[in-house]
């Protein structure tokens, strides 16, 4: 139904000129807000402004946060809207209150409380009283597949603010800019009000069609669907199902049984090849538990007889019984898949523009992802319906399909190039009628169901799993470029290096290999010229020092790491607990840079770095906490240039035998580059 729901969106900025955030010496100098009915078009945004108000700073403080949560009250909105609320605006305003003496539990109904369940730096969980707290961080954190889950990155994923159209401040320029006044103060709340425009305007777009869905379909309150994973929500509805029909249910613990084998990854060749194929099967590991009834109740444990009809898995270890109507997980399945095709098709009927289009989206995908969460419930030990023998049983029957459809590829004459999971990459079929007599040889011989998910002009391989680019023909006639495994993907990367490798690539497919296919081994060196440009812009300086930083969080508590560990984020953590008290604990990602081994001790005094060699040793000993390094010249920029960027452009670059030393610099002597580039291409670089 049409239902628009008053909402509430805020955001703090606070100067805090140390590190980390404390409530009794940090105040908050600014609140931006917005505050309307959800999907309503109509919406206030406002910004409270601490230098506005008079008095010391105290009384100014307790007059700003009185007059933001008089307004909250005023407008008595369902929503309270933050990004990383759970874990910072919340927690810190209701701080601010009790050391400035106002009530911020005002913000609950009637006579509630802000409940705040604080399981650590990153585990909080609050319960506003008669509101629904909606972080939207949550979400973006549980759907979104960009390497950061920044608020700038996300919004700019799902089309809500480009980062080039609004303001951005590294957090720790924000006391800067805010003792500065004028000009750099009027920046600063141009900052403020984009976040919570930008985190209102998620929070009643993708992230609400996709929460309500789920809310919907598990029957759960909007703010367990909010954070709650799919996992979780599918354990709900297993919960009810299973008890609907008597059973007890089990604990939410076990202990490991065994490691599962996982998905088969086949790798024939490498290089590029034109006019490829790639063939999907239809929800692979769904249809198996469907086609196999594979559920917790139909388990036949070693040494039960049973005279009906069983499914035996490929390997011969685990059966279940495949006669018994109504099982659970397999009907639960059906389920989603038949109610994801039903809100897909009328999804793709509706015309754009129309006012239920985004919610059949919102319920398709939510079918979508909890028909896979099954088979991955099964397989964790901290799931209540961990059963590794289902688990194993889906995986061994998907290596057997990758394995038959490329046995069949190759009798209908095919070149096989690569295979993982449910996906296949095969050389094109010569007609449509050859194409559909494959599939339907397909679906007979494996019992499942494939599908041509793309159509590939050019595809790259690098004879590794899950490293691969390609072109894929779009239904309007143009291509767009898909990534597989490389630095533009993956988090632990540099923003640098992502912001690059993407653009670079996409030269390669369709500059190089495309436009240039008669002519590759010229066009692949402009486009080495332009990496090599860049890594000259990078040594004059020219880029923020804010996309070279690393991050990386720990996975157990600091004690628990052994001397000697040679992490640099490890040792991050260790020096700034040693030399200046501030803790940061598992679960918290730590950000750090590289610098010069003459400068570490600028930074942590007390500790001595054994070797002045730069480069690719002693990296931990020159690793220093992200916010306190404010100046390039001390980053260690043949670290980051050698081994954090040249790194993946040399993998890219190998498959048309250049080398990193190529790129290196953009003025090289000719005599010199012998060891720099194969012989294939070696006369080609001195004509």
Same mark, same amino acid.
């Given at each position: 139904?049409?239902?628009?729901i008053?909402?509430y969106?805020?955001d703090?900025?606070?100067?805090?000129p140390?590190l980390g955030? @404390?409530?009794k010496?940090d105040?908050?100098?600014m609140?931006?807000?917005?505050?309307?009915?959800?999907q309503?078009?109509s919406f206030?945004?406002?910004?409270?402004?601490?230098?506005?108000y008079g008095?010391?700073?105290?009384d100014?403080l307790?007059?700003?946060?009185t007059?933001?949560?008089?307004?909250?009250?005023?407008?008595?909105?369902?929503?309270?809207i =933050?990004?990383?609320?759970t874990?910072f605006?919340?927690p810190?305003?209701v701080?601010?209150?009790?050391? &400035?003496?106002?009530d911020a539990?005002?913000i609950?109904?009637?006579?509630?409380d802000?409940?705040?369940s604080?399981?650590?730096?990153r585990?909080k969980r609050i319960? %506003?009283?008669?509101?629904?707290n909606?972080?939207v961080?949550? =979400?973006?954190?549980?759907d979104?597949?960009t390497?950061?889950?920044?608020?700038?990155?996300?919004?700019?994923? &799902?089309?809500v603010l480009d980062e080039?159209?609004?303001?951005n401040?590294?957090g720790?320029?924000?006391?800067?800019y805010w003792?500065?006044?004028g +000009?750099?103060?009027?920046l600063?709340?141009?900052?403020?009000?984009?976040?919570?425009?930008?985190t209102?305007?998620?929070?009643e777009?993708y *992230?609400?069609?996709i929460n309500?869905?789920?809310s919907? %379909?598990a029957s759960v309150?909007?703010?367990?669907?909010?954070?709650?994973?799919?996992g979780? %929500?599918?354990?709900?509805?297993?919960?009810?199902?299973?008890t609907k029909r008597?059973?007890?249910l089990?604990?939410?613990?076990?202990?490991?049984?065994e490691?599962?084998?996982?998905a088969e990854?086949?790798?024939?060749?490498?290089?590029y090849?034109?006019d490829a194929?790639?063939?999907?099967?239809?929800?692979?590991y769904?249809?198996i538990?469907e086609?196999? @009834?594979?559920?917790?109740?139909?388990?036949?444990?070693?040494?039960?007889r049973y005279?009906?009809e069983?499914?035996?898995?490929?390997?011969g270890n685990y059966?279940f019984?495949?006669?018994v109507?109504?099982a659970?997980?397999?009907?639960?399945?059906r389920y989603?898949?038949?109610e994801?095709?039903?809100?897909?098709?009328k999804?793709?009927?509706?015309?754009?523009?129309h006012p239920d289009k985004?919610?059949?989206?919102?319920l398709?995908?939510t079918?979508?992802?909890?028909?896979?969460?099954?088979?991955?419930?099964?397989?964790a030990p901290?799931?209540r319906?961990?059963?590794?023998e289902i688990?194993?049983f889906?995986?061994?029957?998907?290596?057997?399909a &990758?394995?038959?459809?490329?046995?069949?590829?190759r009798?209908?004459?095919?070149?096989?190039?690569?295979?993982?999971t449910?996906s296949?990459? +095969?050389e094109?079929f010569?007609?449509?009628e050859?194409?559909q007599?494959f599939?339907?040889?397909v679906?007979?011989? =494996?019992?499942?169901?494939?599908e041509?998910?793309y159509?590939?002009?050019?595809?790259?391989?690098f004879g590794?799993k899950?490293r691969y680019?390609f072109?894929k023909?779009?239904?309007?006639?143009?291509?767009s470029?898909v990534?597989k495994? *490389?630095?533009?993907?993956?988090?632990?990367?540099?923003?640098?290096v992502?912001?690059?490798m993407?653009?670079i690539i996409?030269?390669?497919l369709n500059y190089?290999?495309i436009?240039?296919r008669d002519? &590759?081994?010229?066009?692949v060196?402009?486009?080495?010229?332009?990496?090599g440009s860049?890594v000259?812009d990078?040594?004059?300086g020219d +880029?923020?020092?804010?996309?070279?930083?690393?991050?990386?969080?720990?996975?157990k508590?600091?004690?628990e790491y052994d001397s000697?560990h040679?992490?640099?984020?490890?040792t991050?953590?260790?020096?700034?607990?040693?030399?200046y008290?501030?803790v940061? =604990?598992?679960?918290?990602?730590i950000?750090?840079?590289?610098?010069k081994?003459?400068v570490?001790?600028?930074?942590?005094?007390?500790?001595?770095?054994?070797s002045d060699?730069?480069?690719?040793?002693n990296?931990?000993?020159r690793?220093?906490y992200g916010?306190r390094?404010?100046?390039?010249?001390?980053?260690?920029?043949?670290?980051?240039?050698d081994y954090?960027?040249?790194k993946? +452009?040399?993998?890219?670059?190998?498959m048309f035998?250049i080398?990193?030393?190529t790129?290196?610099?953009?003025?090289?002597?000719?005599?010199?580059i012998d060891?720099?580039?194969?012989e294939?291409?070696?006369?080609?670089?001195e004509?």
């Amino acid at each position: 139904k049409d239902v628009k729901i008053p909402s509430y969106a805020f955001d703090l900025e606070v100067r805090n000129p140390d590190l980390g955030v @404390n409530a009794k010496k940090d105040p908050i100098i600014m609140i931006g807000t917005m505050k309307g009915k959800l999907q309503s078009g109509s919406f206030d945004k406002k910004l409270y402004r601490l230098y506005e108000y008079g008095g010391r700073q105290t009384d100014r403080l307790r007059s700003m946060v009185t007059d933001f949560i008089n307004d909250v009250v005023e407008y008595d909105p369902y929503f309270i809207i =933050t990004y990383n609320g759970t874990l910072f605006d919340i927690p810190f305003l209701v701080d601010t209150c009790e050391h &400035i003496h106002v009530d911020a539990h005002k913000i609950a109904k009637g006579r509630g409380d802000i409940y705040i369940s604080d399981r650590g730096p990153r585990d909080k969980r609050i319960i %506003i009283n008669g509101r629904s707290n909606y972080d939207v961080y949550k =979400t973006a954190d549980r759907d979104m597949t960009t390497s950061r889950k920044n608020l700038e990155t996300v919004a700019e994923a &799902i089309g809500v603010l480009d980062e080039e159209n609004r303001v951005n401040i590294p957090g720790k320029k924000i006391v800067d800019y805010w003792d500065a006044g004028g +000009f750099k103060r009027d920046l600063l709340a141009s900052y403020c009000i984009d976040d919570v425009v930008s985190t209102f305007e998620m929070a009643e777009g993708y *992230f609400y069609l996709i929460n309500s869905s789920i809310s919907s %379909i598990a029957s759960v309150p909007f703010d367990n669907a909010i954070g709650g994973g799919y996992g979780s %929500i599918n354990a709900q509805i297993l919960n009810r199902e299973f008890t609907k029909r008597g059973y007890i249910l089990p604990r939410s613990r076990h202990k490991k049984k065994e490691q599962a084998k996982g998905a088969e990854v086949i790798i024939e060749l490498s290089g590029y090849f034109y006019d490829a194929v790639c063939f999907d099967f239809k929800s692979m590991y769904p249809s198996i538990i469907e086609a196999n @009834n594979l559920s917790h109740e139909t388990l036949l444990k070693d040494g039960d007889r049973y005279d009906g009809e069983i499914a035996t898995s490929p390997c011969g270890n685990y059966r279940f019984k495949k006669d018994v109507e109504d099982a659970v997980l397999p009907n639960l399945v059906r389920y989603y898949n038949e109610e994801r095709a039903n809100y897909k098709k009328k999804w793709k009927e509706l015309p754009d523009d129309h006012p239920d289009k985004g919610f059949y989206f919102g319920l398709q995908y939510t079918y979508k992802r909890l028909a896979n969460t099954g088979y991955g419930q099964t397989l964790a030990p901290t799931n209540r319906y961990y059963c590794p023998e289902i688990g194993s049983f889906v995986t061994s029957v998907g290596r057997d399909a &990758i394995r038959e459809i490329f046995k069949i590829a190759r009798e209908f004459g095919k070149t096989v190039y690569y295979g993982d999971t449910d996906s296949a990459y +095969f050389e094109s079929f010569d007609s449509e009628e050859q194409e559909q007599e494959f599939i339907d040889e397909v679906n007979r011989r =494996t019992g499942l169901e494939i599908e041509v998910d793309y159509r590939i002009p050019v595809l790259v391989l690098f004879g590794s799993k899950k490293r691969y680019f390609f072109l894929k023909d779009e239904p309007d006639g143009s291509t767009s470029t898909v990534i597989k495994g *490389f630095e533009s993907r993956r988090g632990d990367s540099l923003k640098i290096v992502r912001d690059k490798m993407e653009p670079i690539i996409d030269r390669l497919l369709n500059y190089v290999l495309i436009e240039n296919r008669d002519n &590759i081994d010229e066009a692949v060196l402009e486009v080495v010229d332009e990496v090599g440009s860049f890594v000259n812009d990078l040594r004059s300086g020219d +880029f923020k020092i804010e996309d070279v930083l690393l991050e990386q969080g720990l996975s157990k508590s600091l004690d628990e790491y052994d001397s000697g560990h040679g992490q640099p984020h490890v040792t991050v953590a260790e020096r700034e607990l040693d030399e200046y008290g501030n803790v940061i =604990t598992d679960k918290e990602k730590i950000e750090y840079y590289i610098v010069k081994p003459e400068v570490v001790d600028k930074y942590y005094p007390n500790h001595i770095v054994t070797s002045d060699k730069s480069g690719s040793e002693n990296i931990s000993e020159r690793a220093v906490y992200g916010p306190r390094v404010e100046d390039h010249e001390d980053l260690d920029m043949e670290y980051y240039i050698d081994y954090r960027i040249l790194k993946p +452009f040399r993998r890219i670059f190998s498959m048309f035998g250049i080398s990193d030393n190529t790129i290196k610099d953009a003025e090289v002597d000719v005599s010199s580059i012998d060891d720099k580039i194969s012989e294939d291409n070696e006369e080609i670089w001195e004509v």
